[in-house]
């Protein structure tokens, strides 16, 4: 792809090497082109409202207190509580920094890891972040198999396949964006065992790790100690733009390193969010991630149950987070079928957007009332039946 883009003054702009190629994702470029009363099965975005609690808690903190900045990697007692929820890594409130979502934490740790001509370890099909954040470090992005004809459960064969002496990085998360799926504890084992030893270092991207329909799901950091958490309260509490994530490392050179390169991209989270998420965990904060599971695991087998009997579509059955995996094959081309879908006022995203696996498949998220979500099907019905 050339990265020679023509400025507005007529001049040659010759973007740095790490910037090259890098697009908006597919899921944007579908929501952009929506028109007006569309059903949203496109974005990852909690409908659910913020809890009260917080948001009375937010407007208190910006009337009655100071707010300017915190120390980079965030406020005392927040990290604290971080640190808690990983019991098992026993870590030092320096094992935490808060980021401006889980997005930045994420970046960092790739900054962090992946020097030029590294090879990166993605699932396919997975959130299209990875890829980006594996270009912008300069590594190149290897991707390991979830077969669409296991339900995009992970096997580690491919996984163990794709392990060169150039692997600096894998990524998973679980549960997964964009299938809903979660990593068993025997996945786990089997990719701590495959990667032991070789110093290759893992990103556990745990931003859905509340939102699940069975067992809690485990963290890889149970398993493989060179794992770098990130994750955030963005989607189990709806809090997207709250801008409220973090990092979590048992090492202590590698969490400092993304502390240091936090300070200088975004100086830290805004206090105000840091202070109201210091609630992120009380008695309230507990119920309000308990009602949103039992919402997302009801909508979930809802609309999967609707695609079944009103247009005789599969779609995964989701183990975790807000999606669900629709096979459209039977239908034609991905791209072409969400676009039939967009024209028919109902944004979907081409499986295509997440990787090669999930060629053949929409991936629709079910961050919407069970009425709208019945006219989604209706309108999607009436576009491709
Ligand atoms: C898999 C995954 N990771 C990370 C993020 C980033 O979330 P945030 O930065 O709001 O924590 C998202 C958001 O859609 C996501 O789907």
């Known amino acids: ?30 929501f952009e082109r929506a028109l007006p009363d569309s059903i949203n099965f496109g974005l990852g975005e909690p409908d659910l409202p913020t809890p009260e609690f917080l948001k009375v808690e937010a407007a208190r903190i910006t009337i009655e207190e100071q707010n300017g900045y915190t120390s980079h990697p965030g406020l005392p007692a927040l990290r604290d509580k971080i640190g808690e929820q990983y019991p098992h890594l026993e870590l030092p409130r320096t094992g935490v ?3 401006c979502g889980s997005q930045e934490a994420m970046t960092d740790a790739f900054m962090c890891v992946v020097d ?26 290897v991707y390991y198999r979830m077969p669409a004809s296991e339900d995009f459960a992970f096997d580690i064969d491919d996984f163990k396949a794709k392990i060169t002496s150039k692997t600096k990085l894998a990524v998973v998360i679980s549960p997964s ?14 990719i701590a065992e495959a990667l032991d030893g070789t110093g290759i270092w893992l990103i556990s991207d745990e931003i859905y790790s509340d939102l699940y329909f069975g067992k809690r799901p485990r963290s890889a950091s149970e398993f ?33 390193a993304i502390q240091v390169l936090h300070g200088f991209t975004t100086v830290c989270t805004s206090t105000i969010s840091q202070k109201a998420a210091l609630l992120g965990w009380s008695e309230e904060a507990e119920t309000a991630k308990q009602h949103a599971r039992d919402v997302y695991r009801r909508r979930g087998e809802f609309l999967v149950d609707l695609f079944k009997t009103e247009m005789g579509l599969h ?54 009332t069970e009425e709208r979500m019945a006219e989604g099907v209706r309108r999607m019905k009436e576009a491709l039946l």
């Open 1 to 30: 792809m050339s990265a020679v883009v023509e400025s507005s003054r007529g001049e040659d702009l010759v973007l740095p090497r790490r910037m090259r190629g890098l697009q908006p994702t597919l899921i944007r470029q579908f």
């Open 97 to 99: 920094v808060v980021t």
């Open 116 to 141: 030029a001509g590294d090879e990166v370890l993605l699932p396919d099909p997975s959130f299209p972040a990875y890829d980006a954040c594996t270009r912008i470090a300069q590594g190149e992005p």
């Open 177 to 190: 964006n964009p299938t809903g799926k979660i990593l068993t504890e025997q996945n786990h084992r089997d």
């Open 224 to 256: 493989y100690e060179r794992t770098i958490i990130v994750s955030g309260l963005s989607k189990s509490l709806s809090m997207t733009g709250w801008r409220l994530g973090w990092a979590a490392c048992k090492n202590p050179e590698m969490i400092n």
């Open 315 to 368: 779609a995964t059955a989701p183990e975790g987070a807000f999606y669900t995996m629709l096979d459209v094959s039977s239908l034609g081309d991905d791209i072409e079928v969400a676009e039939k879908c967009l024209q028919n006022r109902v944004v979907t995203v081409p499986g295509i957007a997440f990787g090669q696996e999930a060629k053949g498949f929409l991936r629709i998220s079910f961050c919407n």
